[in-house]
């Protein structure tokens, strides 16, 4: 028996010196080899490759404060574990240069204390929600900031975790707050922890846009790019050194000098926005008079954006989903008495595509736009980015505008004609509007540098300069946010559209790409749960005792068959 009892101990300690040894070759492989498996059906937990190497290389300890803790709504519980997770997988890759901590900014139970932290956190940029709690019989107010502020060394930035959309269902933005979490939150590490950046020059000298009307975008683009105003005047090398240029609302032509700068400057492989306006209407004498004309203007580049691919028509396009204006309809004792109408020349536009570039973000106002075509070759590969709906009509150039269109509700027969493209990305190897236009003394010159074709290269094409201008008041040099409108007392996603665009143009690390990923809605029935509640609680806390209740049974049953022989 003692042999017997000698063996089996020799066998179990055996078994457990093996077990000892495969855990050691294990963790010992595991420093060299590093490999995860997403098992989710949208691969949520699987970052993108620009993201691993990014936090692979950074430098220095990056903080990120989130101020989504306590007691909190079940939705943003939501984003803020995931936010959580996200930030939990950032450290796998950056190790110990990725800290984070969650704060209740609602901690302190002193309404002034509260008030100075929630003005604080206002001052530094993060935006606040208004949530309505009901509990039972009660409903309550809760003030929730759905921001971080992420830190590296002595530079700081805000960051806006919930991004709203108009008309959409708050589990929707919630959901695309989501999807967003990786590019949001890297976008910001990367511009936080940068030290050199690509230059960007903002075109000037053909009655463009004022510097001052660009200021807002102008600046958050600064955080992530060198800005540069330029004045072209036929110099050879007025665009070297420059990434991408922005041309942003010109009223005047373009002379063929300053057209082959830019022509050479995209055969170069240099990117563009541009933001054209082809017919113009005065907002002014809309205002004063209720009327104006559209008239088309001479920028002289029809032929070539045609020549890149793209077409501005001279129209302007009216549709139903729009912006409101002021409208004097009486008088009430001496004041005039206002209301709001939609005016069809301020479509607000969305996007159905799944771009990185318009994935997830607001609509974009829009005043007086146009409607684009794409053309020429099929070499170019042309996405349209933003749209009107469908219930929208074009009228060519001139164009009456008048404000006697709201005194009728409109023919909703007339308005089906949509939708029409209103921004376009065209990418690939372009052509030069100058091919066998020039004489062999110019394209033979190598003080010239002509090139007939360009290297893969990239622009977008807006036919509205209002998408980038901001509200400026002139008396005090004060500007607005971009996208901000008066009149519904919300900002629409023009900001994030162009920071959007320029990112997309300028970075070939494939961040952006994390913008496109989607996540799928799997959201409780609401009506269903308030029915089932109680019997899936019980179900959900007695079907486990059974099952250890079984298993003990059989296991005592099995253990007394062995030891009985």
Do not use: C
């Not at 040894?21 to 590093?34: D, E, P, R, T």
């Not at 919930?162 to 929707?172: C, D, F, K, R």
């Amino acid at each position: 028996m003692s042999q017997a009892n000698n063996k089996r101990k020799i066998k179990d300690l055996t078994q457990l010196l093996l077990g000892v040894i495969i855990i050691i070759l294990l963790n010992y492989i595991g420093q060299y080899i590093f490999e995860r498996f997403d098992l989710t059906q949208e691969k949520r937990y699987s970052l993108n490759e620009a993201t691993k190497t990014q936090l692979e290389n950074l430098e220095d300890i990056v903080y990120v404060k989130v101020y989504l803790e306590g007691e909190l709504p079940a939705n943003f519980k939501r984003l803020r574990d995931a936010t959580r997770e996200m930030l939990d997988e950032f450290r796998i890759y950056a190790g110990d240069n990725i800290e984070y901590e969650f704060v209740n900014p609602s901690e302190n139970s002193d309404p002034e204390i509260k008030n100075q932290v929630f003005q604080e956190l206002s001052k530094k940029g993060l935006q606040y929600s208004n949530v309505y709690v009901n509990e039972g019989d009660k409903r309550s107010e809760q003030i929730i900031f759905p921001g971080a502020i992420i830190t590296y060394r002595d530079k700081e930035i805000p960051l806006q975790l919930l991004q709203s959309q108009v008309g959409s269902a708050p589990e929707v933005m919630l959901n695309n707050s989501i999807q967003q979490l990786e590019y949001e939150l890297m976008s910001s590490i990367k511009q936080v922890s940068a030290t050199s950046a690509k230059t960007i020059g903002i075109i000037q000298g053909h009655g463009e846009l004022l510097p001052l009307e660009m200021a807002d975008v102008t600046e958050e683009l600064r955080d992530f790019y060198g800005i540069q105003e330029v004045t072209i005047n036929g110099e050879l090398d007025a665009l070297d050194y420059l990434d991408a240029i922005i041309i942003a609302g010109p009223d005047s032509a373009f002379t063929e000098k300053d057209k082959y700068m830019i022509d050479q400057f995209v055969m170069n492989g240099g990117k563009i926005l541009w933001l054209v306006e082809p017919v113009y209407a005065s907002t002014d004498s809309i205002r004063k008079n209720g009327i104006a004309v559209g008239v088309p203007r001479d920028l002289n580049l029809n032929d070539q954006l045609f020549k890149y691919g793209a077409r501005i028509n001279s129209d302007f396009v009216l549709d139903l989903q729009s912006l409101p204006i002021p409208v004097v309809t009486g008088m009430m004792g001496n004041q005039p008495k206002q209301e709001l109408f939609p005016w069809y020349y301020y479509p607000l536009l969305m996007s159905t595509e799944k771009h990185p570039i318009v994935s997830g973000i607001d609509a974009v106002k829009t005043e007086y736009i146009s409607s684009i075509d794409t053309v020429g070759s099929s070499k170019i590969k042309k996405t349209p980015l933003l749209l009107t709906s469908e219930y929208s009509k074009v009228s060519n150039a001139p164009h009456r505008v008048s404000l006697s269109i709201l005194r009728e509700k409109p023919d909703e027969r007339q308005f089906n004609k949509g939708p029409f493209i209103s921004a376009l990305l065209l990418e690939g190897e372009f052509e030069s509007v100058f091919k066998n236009r020039l004489s062999g003394a110019v394209t033979d010159n190598p003080k010239f540098r002509f090139k007939e074709s360009s290297v893969p290269t990239k622009m977008i094409v807006v036919s509205d300069a209002d998408i980038i201008r901001n509200d400026v008041n002139f008396n005090t040099n004060e500007f607005f946010g971009l996208g901000y409108y008066k009149y519904t007392n919300r900002t629409y996603g023009n900001k994030e559209f162009i920071v959007n665009a320029m990112n997309y143009l300028l970075e070939d690390d494939g961040l952006i790409n994390a913008r496109s990923k989607e996540f799928t809605i799997r959201l409780l029935d609401k009506q269903r749960v308030d029915k089932e509640k109680s019997r899936w609680q019980i179900f959900n806390t007695g079907l486990p005792l059974i099952v250890v209740i079984i298993f003990g049974f059989i296991h005592a049953i099995i253990r007394k068959r062995k030891y009985a022989k």
